[in-house]
């Protein structure tokens, strides 16, 4: 068995919040504010490298969902290939901590994607929020990208029927748990999770608030991307030999994505998205 994955620990300068990210996958694995864990990553996870994480928040690319090239989601989220671009650096000022991971193009992806590029990731740790940036080259001299993205974020939850999603009503979202994939209208102010749930809410506000339980609340600012995800796997998540017992009822994956419409990128032109999650 493999020896168990680098993690890269950033606590903040003033010392209240913390995040460790795998550059198995860039996978963040914990985001702790105020002493509480924001983020959910399975008992049953597969942490030795031979798998995509179960939790955290993955880097999905350069596919969102199943995918005809290779496995479902990319092979981002599941890449040993990431490498640390620019060690973690404290911003004397303020505290904030900043990481940058990096993944090209390598002959084991070209196997599956024929594509040149260069991926940039930039987390930056502040106080009560993390923010999340995306830059991707396209190194081709002559042919487009073609991509889709998502941050696949798991927010952890103490009691999963007390997880209310705003800012959602009237915006149209396909409904992947049911046969055929309809689209449908969001009437709902609060959305709740009550049972199986897989959404991609398109051309959504960049500005969401999530409440993962009675005492916490965050808001989700995106920007680059148009789509929101919410996802979760209920009775679904005993298929899962990754998932641990009622560990569906445990989390919530609200996902900021550019899925609904694919993502070109010209020859030599690159592709920013930004993701922010903050408690308020």
Known sequence: MASPMRKIELKHGKGNSSVTIVPFGATIISWIVDGQERIFVSKDAIMDGSKAIRGGVPVCFPNFGPWSLGPQHGFARNSKEWKVNHEPKV????????????????????????????LVYTLVLKEKALDLKVC?????????????????????????????????????????????????????????????????????????????????????????????????????????????????????????????NRIVIGPGKTWDATHCMEVV
């Open 91 to 118: 911003d004397i000022n303020n505290g904030d901590v900043e990481l940058i991971l990096e993944l090209s193009d390598s002959e084991e992806t070209r196997k599956l994607w024929d594509q040149k590029f260069t």
């Open 136 to 260: 991707v080259k396209n190194n081709e001299a002559e042919k487009d990208l073609d991509m889709t993205f998502c941050f696949h974020t798991y927010f952890t939850t103490s009691d999963l029927s007390k997880v209310a999603i705003s800012n959602l009503k009237g915006l149209s979202y396909t409904d992947k748990t049911t046969e055929g994939w309809p689209i449908v209208t969001e009437e709902n102010e609060i959305v709740n999770i009550k049972g199986f749930t897989d959404r991609v809410y398109a051309q959504a506000p960049d500005e969401i608030e999530v409440a993962t339980g009675p005492d916490s609340k965050l808001k989700l600012s995106k920007s680059g991307m148009k789509d929101w995800v919410v996802w979760n796997p209920y009775e679904t998540a005993a298929k899962m030999a990754d998932m641990h017992e009622n560990g569906h009822l445990e989390f919530v994956c609200v996902e900021a994505t550019q899925t609904t």
